[in-house]
C-alpha cells in the first residue's frame, strides 16, 4: 500500500499494528492521515493509523477512490488554510458548496465539514463531530484522507487532536 511506503521511508520501519485499527464502517472505511506537520504526523503514528507527512493534494492523486475533508467554518468561504487550497484545487466543487450552503455534506468525493465556530476557533467538539461525519461518509473501497483538521487556523492543540482520534479508533479505552 502507499502509505504502508511512505512511513516506512518515513519512520524506518513498519509497525505490525498499522493497519488494524480505526473505524471501519461496514468494516470498510481505510483512514490514512496526511499532513505537513511532522510533528503531528509522529503523535498520529502513535495510534497505529498510516500516516504520510506529504502535501495532502499530491497524496490524494496517489491513492485509488480518495474522500478527501476541508475543514471549514459554517459559512464555507475557504479562506485559509487547507480550505484555501481546496477552492485551488477543487474550485466547481466549491464554488457549488458556497452556493448552497448549509450543514456538512459530501459532495463527489469531497467532504465539507465545520471544524471551527464564526470566530475560527476549533473546539474538540466541532472537530470530533467533523471526523465521524467524514467516516460515515465514506464508502467501501475508499480512503477517507484526513488531515490534523482544527489544528491549523482553528488552534486546536495536537494533544486535543490526537485525544480524539483516539477517543474514535480505540472507543473502548475511553470507558
Known amino acids: 500500500m502507499l502509505s504502508q511506503k511512505i512511513v516506512m521511508e518515513k519512520y524506518g520501519h513498519q509497525d505490525s499494528r498499522l493497519f488494524e485499527k480505526c ?3 461496514n468494516g470498510m472505511t481505510n483512514i490514512h492521515f496526511v499532513d505537513l506537520n511532522a510533528d503531528l504526523c509522529e503523535a498520529v503514528f502513535e ?3 498510516p500516516v504520510a507527512h506529504a502535501d495532502y493534494f499530491q497524496y490524494a492523486n496517489k491513492v ?12 464555507f468561504s475557504m479562506g485559509g488554510g487547507i480550505d484555501a487550497l481546496f477552492a485551488k484545487h477543487y474550485p466547481l466543487i466549491v464554488q457549488h458548496k458556497q452556493a448552497k450552503g448549509g450543514e456538512m455534506e ?6 465539507f465539514t465545520v471544524t ?11 472537530v470530533e463531530k467533523a471526523i465521524r461525519f467524514a467516516i460515515e ?8 484522507l ?17 485525544g480524539i482520534m483516539k477517543k474514535i479508533c480505540y472507543p473502548q479505552e475511553n470507558i
Open 146 to 162: 484526513l488531515s490534523g483538521l482544527g489544528t491549523g487556523i482553528g488552534g486546536l492543540s495536537q494533544k486535543q487532536f490526537v
Open 116 to 126: 471551527v465556530g464564526n470566530h475560527f476557533q476549533a473546539t474538540e467538539q466541532l
Open 137 to 144: 461518509n465514506t464508502h467501501n473501497g475508499e480512503t477517507l
Open 64 to 75: 485509488d477512490r480518495p474522500v478527501l475533508v476541508t475543514a471549514s467554518n459554517p459559512h
Open 106 to 111: 459530501r459532495i463527489q468525493n469531497i467532504v
Open 23 to 25: 473505524p471501519k464502517k
Open 47 to 49: 495510534l497505529a493509523i
